[in-house]
């Protein structure tokens, strides 16, 4: 089993940064990808961006160049910055994690809401 810890969000205006951490605890060792995902009011949940235990990351086509995923394998979390953030990117967000098994945790989400 595995728990994820999300922390950071909040009321931003466009334009502006936040930072979203996420700290996961229980079975870490078998921790294969991290990541964040979001859902929007009445819209699916959508990827935002992944990272590898090596390091390796994702990023969902409009976040590209404005989002920066990072993980700290040692400390066992993984980040999301945010920059130039627009009203579109409003949501809940949500960190995730996939272990050997390819079983998916979550955590409980954080609010992300961006004014015009």
């Known amino acids: 089993q595995v728990q994820l810890v999300e922390s950071g969000g909040g009321l931003v205006q466009a334009g502006g940064s936040l930072r979203l951490s996420c700290a996961a605890y229980g079975s870490i060792f078998s921790i294969n990808a991290m990541g964040w995902y979001r859902q929007a009011p009445g819209k699916q949940r959508e990827l935002v961006a992944t990272?590898?235990?090596?390091?390796?990351?994702n990023y969902e086509a409009s976040v590209k160049g404005r989002f920066t995923i990072s993980r700290d394998n040692a400390k066992n979390t993984v980040t999301l910055r945010m920059n130039s953030l627009k009203p579109e990117d409003t949501a809940v967000y949500y960190c995730?994690?996939?272990?050997?098994?390819?079983?998916?945790?979550w955590g409980q989400g954080t609010q992300v809401t961006v004014s015009s």
């Open positions: 990272i590898t235990s090596g390091g390796t990351a």
């Open positions: 995730a994690a996939d272990d050997s098994a390819y079983v998916r945790y």
